[in-house]
């Protein structure tokens, strides 16, 4: 909760700030970078930070806190700062990093607003930064206590024992513990990072959703391979030069786009390599014997480009009350509708819970026509791969 003193001056300031963030992020991470280049190699994503998404993302979620502390004083956007958390732990973030961060952050608010930094004003959005950090770390810690390890310590070695290639551009890797230990358990639909080091000597982490059911003898993740400017490091990489046999350094699980206890009806909804949390949460369905009523949507761009299509039929069929529904933008698929996917099209229970995974414009559609068709806003659920630019826009 902010204090008495503080809340005035966020509240004056805000729109300030809020319009500055873009040019103070980027002067953040600037300057940071220069005093820390070890961070930008071994930490950050350079993609993220080459095409401006990060700073758009810390942008979006210090505003979107901000606002939620002036919004409702007595309560904390856990949603979101959960998210962050998993991501963070994911990555072996560490308290003391969070010093760090302030040092840059507010040297960029300084640099980029001048005189209008007042002691009052600085004071005040110190305060917000710290009810954020402070409430991150321990929601850290207590992730780190979960998997039993040392702040930080998430990565552990794994061996490549499957190799498939499940597309042109998609291949699927299956994994387990070089000292012979079980995988361990998961919650279906969490994600793990893997780190891997590249030719200049950067060891970059990249995030990518477990496609298989918990309690496998072998964990498995599916890697789409990221054309564009910049290419993807990691995924072109471990596309190019992971093979079986080969170790890999793979966190424990994170993520809180979980499939839900109970018996309420689900809505599973995902494009392209959105599907691989929702196989996680197919496989587990079918393997308890689950008789919920399971809708499953899936578009893509052609059967072809579809991973795992198959297994997701089969998946589905497992299912006594599962049904599916594919699209694909291109023609030539008999049980497939053509162009984006139509969840209006769909009977969908009142009491249904939505889970999407995506690209944000897919999700964007979706979400916006399951809240105008009356699903409960809390009852629709997202998981972004990258960083997140919903934050605050959710609306």
Same mark, same amino acid.
């Given at each position: 909760?902010?204090?008495?003193?503080?809340?005035?001056?966020?509240?004056?300031?805000?729109?300030?700030?809020?319009?500055?963030?873009?040019?103070?992020?980027?002067?953040?991470?600037?300057?940071?970078?220069?005093?820390?280049?070890?961070?930008?190699?071994?930490?950050?994503? /350079?993609?993220?930070?080459?095409?401006?998404?990060? %700073?758009?993302? #810390?942008?979006?979620?210090?505003?979107?806190?901000? &606002?939620?502390?002036?919004?409702?004083?007595?309560?904390? =956007?856990?949603?979101?700062?959960?998210?962050?958390?998993?991501?963070?732990?994911?990555?072996?973030?560490?308290?003391?990093?969070?010093?760090?961060? +302030?040092?840059?952050?507010?040297?960029?608010?300084?640099?980029?607003?001048?005189?209008?930094?007042?002691?009052?004003?600085?004071?005040?959005?110190?305060?917000?930064?710290?009810?954020?950090?402070?409430?991150?770390?321990?929601?850290? !810690?207590?992730l780190y206590q979960e998997k039993g390890v040392a702040e930080?310590?998430?990565?552990?070695?794994?061996?490549?024992?499957? %190799?498939?290639?499940?597309? !042109?551009?998609?291949?699927?890797?299956?994994?387990?513990?070089?000292?012979? /230990?079980?995988? *361990?358990?998961?919650?279906?639909?969490?994600? @793990?990072? @893997?780190?891997?080091?590249?030719?200049?000597?950067?060891?970059?982490?990249?995030q990518y959703s477990l496609s298989t059911a918990p309690g496998?003898?072998?964990? /498995?993740?599916?890697?789409?391979?990221?054309? *564009?400017?910049?290419? &993807?490091?990691?995924?072109?990489?471990?596309?190019?030069?992971?093979?079986?046999?080969?170790?890999?350094?793979?966190?424990?699980?994170?993520?809180?786009?979980?499939?839900?206890?109970?018996?309420?009806?689900?809505?599973?909804?995902?494009? *392209?390599?959105?599907?691989?949390?929702?196989?996680?949460?197919?496989?587990? #369905?079918?393997?308890?014997?689950?008789? %919920?009523?399971?809708?499953?949507?899936?578009?893509?761009?052609?059967?072809?480009? +579809?991973?795992? /299509?198959?297994? #997701?039929?089969?998946?589905?069929?497992?299912?006594?009350?599962?049904?599916?529904?594919?699209?694909?933008?291109?023609?030539?698929?008999?049980?497939?509708?053509? &162009?984006?996917?139509?969840?209006?099209?769909?009977?969908?229970?009142?009491?249904?819970?939505?889970?999407?995974?995506?690209?944000? =414009?897919?999700?964007?559609?979706?979400?916006?026509?399951?809240?105008? &068709?009356?699903?409960?806003?809390?009852?629709?659920?997202?998981?972004?791969?990258?960083?997140?630019?919903?934050?605050?826009?959710?609306?």
């Amino acid at each position: 909760m902010l204090s008495e003193q503080a809340t005035p001056v966020v509240r004056a300031t805000l729109p300030v700030v809020g319009d500055a963030l873009g040019d103070i992020t980027e002067r953040f991470y600037a300057g940071m970078f220069a005093a820390r280049p070890e961070l930008l190699r071994d930490l950050f994503n /350079r993609g993220n930070q080459a095409s401006g998404d990060q %700073r758009r993302a #810390l942008a979006g979620s210090i505003a979107a806190f901000a &606002g939620a502390l002036l919004e409702s004083p007595d309560t904390r =956007p856990d949603v979101m700062l959960s998210r962050i958390a998993h991501k963070h732990a994911s990555l072996g973030v560490t308290a003391e990093q969070y010093k760090i961060v +302030h040092e840059h952050l507010f040297a960029a608010i300084v640099d980029v607003l001048g005189e209008a930094v007042t002691p009052e004003v600085a004071q005040a959005w110190d305060e917000v930064y710290w009810l954020m950090a402070n409430a991150l770390i321990a929601l850290e !810690a207590g992730l780190y206590q979960e998997k039993g390890v040392a702040e930080g310590e998430v990565v552990r070695p794994m061996e490549i024992v499957e %190799r498939h290639q499940e597309t !042109a551009d998609t291949v699927s890797f299956a994994l387990r513990h070089t000292d012979g /230990r079980p995988t *361990g358990t998961f919650r279906p639909g969490q994600y @793990v990072s @893997v780190r891997v080091e590249l030719p200049d000597g950067a060891r970059q982490i990249r995030q990518y959703s477990l496609s298989t059911a918990p309690g496998t003898a072998q964990w /498995r993740i599916t890697v789409k391979r990221v054309d *564009g400017d910049p290419a &993807g490091e990691v995924s072109t990489w471990l596309h190019e030069h992971a093979r079986v046999g080969d170790v890999l350094e793979v966190s424990a699980p994170f993520g809180d786009l979980v499939l839900p206890e109970g018996d309420g009806p689900l809505l599973l909804a995902s494009a *392209g390599i959105g599907s691989t949390p929702m196989l996680a949460m197919l496989g587990h #369905l079918a393997a308890t014997g689950s008789r %919920r009523r399971v809708i499953v949507v899936h578009a893509d761009r052609s059967p072809a480009e +579809h991973a795992h /299509r198959e297994e #997701l039929r089969r998946l589905v069929e497992a299912l006594p009350q599962g049904s599916l529904n594919l699209w694909y933008e291109e023609p030539g698929a008999a049980d497939a509708g053509l &162009g984006r996917a139509d969840v209006t099209a769909l009977d969908l229970p009142a009491d249904v819970t939505a889970y999407l995974c995506g690209p944000l =414009p897919f999700m964007r559609q979706v979400r916006g026509d399951l809240l105008a &068709g009356g699903v409960a806003a809390a009852a629709v659920h997202y998981e972004v791969f990258g960083p997140d630019l919903w934050l605050g826009t959710e609306g």
